[in-house]
């Protein structure tokens, strides 16, 4: 079993809070544990956020509780209707993540009827925002993400992995349902980069500087570029897959063009990726491939070529139609990879003082 960073931020934040309800000798230390579970949030920026969002909810939360408490007691029901009040303010407030949160202090403070009421309810809203605020200083304190780290690594095995099955898809050798099931897989990888991008792009730089904002911007644009790159290549697995059937009934000439093509791409990708991270020598990956580099005139001229010498009749001209996706999938994979090859080469070239990435040892999640 492996721990990652924000299963052990919110160990701490539940342990640190029920040390400090019970430091404050509160009667429910138990509240202000559940509040620190909501409150945890992957990244700094979010945990600001956050702590408005939660104060605001949990205020709502607590005078409904209170009014409805006064005007029609603790049954059961009126701690469901207050809910829902509860419920239908955050939404029309767009604060809705924080909406299990206030429905805990909501509980809090009806499930138990005291003498003191506003004393009351004042303590178990206390204890709430307890919770609230050590899951924040956690947050800000322990194990900050590291997320040009993450997002690299996680872009690179993605992309590894695309184009490791696109090498084996153009040369026949895949199980077809394995790999639509992989392929489902893949997909949702793709969503969770793009997730982890917006984590990465909302993530503000602390004590920034001119120089510090103007690095981060250039950035956001090769990670965005790496993203849709390799988007560009899952897309063109998707077709190769789909189109495995019209692909075995292509001229024999014509697979290998497709082939050799295709291979140029998938390696050219590798070797962006190791020049992204410094690893392969600067400005020169276009120059690695001079001798096969991807002509899109060229390509489409040989589909044409080959389309004429083969459309003996109607049958095989309805093969060839269904190639016509795949071949403007490839161009446009093409174009995805010229343009990341670019803002790269920019990068390191005319901002040689800052173009270094914080890219670590991989850390799990």
């Not at 898809?169 to 991008?197: A, C, M, P, W, Y």
């Not at 005319?350 to 914080?358: I, L």
């Amino acid at each position: 079993m492996k721990l990652g960073a924000r299963i052990v931020k919110t160990g701490i934040a539940i342990t640190l809070a029920l040390f400090v309800a019970q430091w404050f000798n509160v009667p429910s230390p138990l509240f202000a544990g559940i509040a620190a579970i909501f409150a945890i949030q992957p990244s700094i920026y979010k945990s600001f956020q956050s702590i408005i969002e939660h104060v605001q909810a949990n205020l709502i939360g607590a005078i409904l509780a209170i009014i409805f408490s006064l005007l029609f007691g603790h049954d059961p029901f009126i701690i469901g209707l207050t809910a829902i009040f509860v419920i239908g303010i955050n939404l029309k407030l767009k604060i809705e993540n924080t909406i299990p949160l206030a429905l805990v202090t909501v509980i809090a403070i009806m499930e138990s009827p005291s003498e003191n009421f506003f004393e009351f309810a004042l303590v178990r809203f206390s204890t709430v925002m307890i919770g609230i605020l050590c899951a924040f200083l956690v947050n800000l304190i322990f194990l900050p993400p590291k997320y040009e780290t993450r997002l690299y690594y996680k872009v690179r095995l993605t992309t590894e992995d695309i184009l490791k099955w696109i090498r084996i898809n153009i040369r026949h050798g895949t199980e077809h349902s394995l790999l639509k099931t992989d392929i489902e897989s893949l997909n949702q990888r793709v969503l969770k980069l793009e997730q982890l991008f917006s984590l990465y792009k909302e993530e503000r730089t602390y004590f920034p500087t001119l120089k510090k904002s103007s690095s981060k911007a250039r950035k956001l644009v090769i990670f965005r570029q790496l993203i849709l790159t390799s988007n560009g290549a899952l897309h063109t697995l998707k077709t190769l897959h789909r189109l495995e059937n019209e692909l075995h009934h292509m001229p024999v000439e014509y697979q290998h063009y497709l082939k050799a093509d295709l291979d140029h791409l998938v390696n050219l990708h590798d070797q962006i990726l190791l020049k992204f991270i410094g690893k392969i020598k600067q400005y020169n990956t276009s120059e690695m491939y001079v001798d096969e580099l991807f002509n899109k005139q060229k390509f489409i001229e040989e589909f044409m070529v080959h389309k004429e010498s083969w459309d003996q009749n109607e049958d095989n001209a309805e093969v060839w139609y269904h190639l016509f996706p795949l071949v403007s999938q490839i161009m446009d994979y093409s174009d995805q990879l010229q343009h990341l090859d670019k803002l790269i080469d920019s990068f390191q070239k005319y901002h040689v003082d800052d173009n270094e990435f914080e890219i670590g040892t991989r850390e799990e999640e």
